[in-house]
């Protein structure tokens, strides 16, 4: 009815307001949804798309499904010591093939990701490309002002959900300043991909939306500064770090290079049974093959401070070696149980 029609306007309003964008949509129910869709609305048979491919690859995963899109999807070079974007090999890239979307963004996003000089290069070869920035690990960051600003950098388009450090309902978002593309992004969301978008998360992400407007800068710097404090914890201790001499990372995750404990997977298990969860993460070939990436922003959001990081680290180093499990697991459990206020919330 009427109620339901102005909080749809109200939730809208909030997203354009923390995001400072002219388009929103918030009918997907996951990140992958919010690829696929502009995917499915911006590209046009027999486009090149340049994507990363340690992301979702979705033009990739779309020319591979047994429904065949067809498109050219080519991967965008790493530089893996310093975990982004090769720029020089991807605007020679640019210039070859002038693509008519490059998509950004990275599974183990650590570094913001060179936006602008994308965009330029991409204008000078082809007036019609779209630059996607896939914001899904870092949505919350951004709306903190504590990342980058995607959109003011040149974003046609930012995809993303809306948990992870956005702390939100899990869902998905799309936002853009071109009406055109938005109309076009709306056409293939509905009914293709979505034809109920599950209204009840809506109040749900709605006070997220609230709670980044009215204390993201402080909750944003406290995520990146405990990763921050993290990972140089986890290399004091002799696990070497990705990104180590770039103080880590600019993010709420860091990515420990676990080679000398064992197979990533081994080390996933081993780390759930002490009850501390970490995923597994493959390497750029140069710095080596076993990962595992861990985010501080669950812990942040309970209270974690700069402080309780050499804690931290000593539990997951022990859980990596795996000398007492059983030990290491009631090590975790009196850590965990420091943590129960919630914190970065609307007051009360």
Not at 223 to 241: C, D, Q, S, W, Y
Request: net charge negative; glycine share 8%; with cysteine.
């Amino acid at each position: 009815g009427l109620r339901s029609q102005m909080a749809k306007i109200r939730v809208h309003q909030l997203a354009k307001e923390l995001f400072r964008v002219e388009y929103v949509d918030l009918r997907p129910l996951s990140g992958n949804i919010t690829g696929i869709c502009a995917m499915f609305a911006l590209a046009r048979a027999g486009d090149t798309v340049l994507e990363v491919y340690n992301a979702h690859q979705y033009a990739n995963k779309m020319r591979n499904a047994p429904l065949r899109v067809d498109l050219n999807s080519i991967e965008i070079p790493w530089d893996g010591a310093n975990y982004n974007v090769d720029l020089d090999r991807t605007l020679a890239l640019i210039e070859q093939h002038r693509p008519r979307i490059v998509s950004v963004g990275s599974g183990g996003f650590l570094f913001p990701a060179p936006v602008q000089a994308l965009k330029e290069a991409m204008q000078a070869c082809n007036s019609e490309s779209i630059l996607i920035y896939d914001a899904a690990h870092v949505l919350g960051l951004i709306a903190g002002g504590h990342f980058q600003d995607p959109m003011a950098e040149g974003a046609d388009v930012m995809i993303s959900s809306t948990h992870k450090t956005f702390a939100g309902p899990q869902g998905g978002i799309i936002m853009t300043n071109d009406r055109g593309y938005a109309e076009l992004i709306g056409e293939a969301l509905s009914p293709l991909l979505v034809a109920n978008h599950h209204l009840s998360r809506i109040p749900a992400l709605a006070a997220t939306f609230m709670e980044w407007l009215h204390c993201g800068p402080a909750h944003a710097d406290a995520i990146i500064t405990n990763a921050k404090a993290f990972g140089r914890a986890l290399h004091e201790r002799g696990v070497p770090m990705l990104g180590s001499h770039l103080d880590y990372t600019e993010t709420h995750m860091v990515v420990p290079i676990v080679d000398e404990f064992g197979e990533m997977r081994d080390l996933a298990d081993r780390l759930e049974e002490c009850n501390i969860i970490g995923g597994t993460y493959g390497l750029p070939k140069e710095v080596g093959n076993n990962g595992m990436r861990l985010g501080v922003q669950e812990l942040t959001r309970l209270g974690m401070q700069e402080s309780d990081a050499a804690e931290i680290a000593d539990c997951v180093v022990d859980a990596l070696k795996g000398d007492d499990p059983a030990a290491t697991k009631e090590q975790a459990i009196q850590l965990s149980g420091r943590f129960k206020k919630l914190c970065f919330a609307l007051e009360t």
